[in-house]
């Protein structure tokens, strides 16, 4: 899922898509810039920790990376209230690391599978938007972004991939296979918006709702695989056989249509609690390559096997008015219905037809605060992430699923001007 922008709506469990009044309305609502009478420019960096528990094992990884940069100017023209925008954004995380090890027994041969898997990098996007208030209740705005990594930067991923299996047939003869994929996929081009409108029927209310449709990114990839086999027998001499392959190739990573509704109601100038449903067509995740279309999650299951479905943000802000300073504290609880694979009952006599889509939940706790005095803000926030028997072919095996635990930690820094 993406990173999603700024550390206010981090700390409020990103339910952010009806108050979206910073220089990150641009990623969450841009039809909110509007309500911005100052230019303003922020940024922030991340720290991603992931960690994976299944059976026998328990992995993770971590990184620490720029997350978002962007600046805002408001202006009137027209009789209008008008806002353009510019922002930079580390959109999706790659960063992971997992291994995990099984056993297959026909007969009386046993073969022993262990694999490690380790992915660092990011994709990241440019994104201009526009604003504008059609009156003192109503506004509309669209972000416009493009994918390239000669643009953007930050828009590569690698992955190192090992996987060992030994065979053994109660001694007589021991096969010993060692593979090594090494991929790096960059994206070569792609294009999406951000679609959002902004609605204030009663001073203590505000409605909103964005549409993001679905966007195709074309993708490079460079592949570097080796393989060795070792064959050893009680009838004669060992013998191994190596080959080292490497290779180009391109990809399309398609990302589905969304849709969030909002509301944010504030009971008082210092209260504000908001609340976000998004729907997002999981059938359309996809990964296209030679011809062949597939889920992202792998397994060989076909992308429309998975069910559309939604997410809940619910998130808490509130103000407190000091001599000097403007303090506020944030707190959010999330609930996500994603993509994910059944682990298989029975791995020793499973196909790959066996394997099946179905849909892992997670939870989400988060808070925040920021201390605001005169033209700066400096915000930090925290989001702890849970999967209960999530993870299933991505972080363990196909016969077994993870619990896994994220940790989002977050600062940035807010000039107004």
Known sequence: IPVGA???????????????????????????MTILERPELSFSLGYYRQDVSA???????????????SGVLPFHVFGFQQTVALAWQREFDFNSATSFASQQTIGSIITDSSVESETTGALSS???????????????????KVWDDELTGNSTHHTDYSQQQVTDNSGLVRITRDSTVGRDTSVAEG??????????????WTLAGVFKPGFDLRQHEDLAETTSV????????????????????????????????????????????ALDVVWTAWSQFAVERDGERSSPLGGG??????????????????????????LVGRAGISYERLPG???????????????????????GLSC????????????????????????????????????VTTLTVRGGVSFLF
């Open 6 to 32: 700024g550390v206010r709506a981090l700390g409020m469990g990103n339910a952010f898509t009806a108050i979206a009044d910073d220089a990150t309305a641009a990623t969450w609502n841009p039809a909110g």
């Open 55 to 69: 059976t026998g094992r328990d992995g993770g990884s971590d990184g620490f990376d720029l997350d978002h940069v």
């Open 126 to 144: 440019w994104g201009l938007s526009y604003g504008i208030a059609v009156s003192s209740v109503l506004s509309f705005g669209v972000t416009a």
């Open 191 to 204: 294009y999406s918006f951000v679609i959002g409108a902004m609605w204030q029927p009663a001073a203590q």
């Open 230 to 273: 070792l064959v050893e027998s009680s009838f004669g001499g060992p013998s191994l056989t190596e080959a080292i392959d490497s290779g180009t190739a391109s990809s399309t990573f398609a990302y589905p249509d969304s849709l969030a509704v909002a509301v944010a109601w504030r009971p008082s100038d210092l209260d504000t609690l």
């Open 301 to 326: 299951v076909a992308p429309e096997s998975f069910d559309d479905d939604y997410a809940l943000r619910l998130g808490y802000e509130r103000l407190f008015i000091l001599p000097r300073w403007v």
């Open 341 to 363: 694979l059944e682990p298989l009952s029975d791995l020793d006599s499973a196909t790959v037809e066996e394997i099946a889509a179905g849909t892992d939940e997670w939870w």
């Open 368 to 403: 925040g605060v920021s201390a605001i005095r005169r033209r700066y803000g400096y915000d930090l926030g925290l989001q702890v992430r849970r999967g209960s028997d999530v993870g299933t072919n991505v972080q363990t095996s196909a016969a077994d699923a993870a619990d």
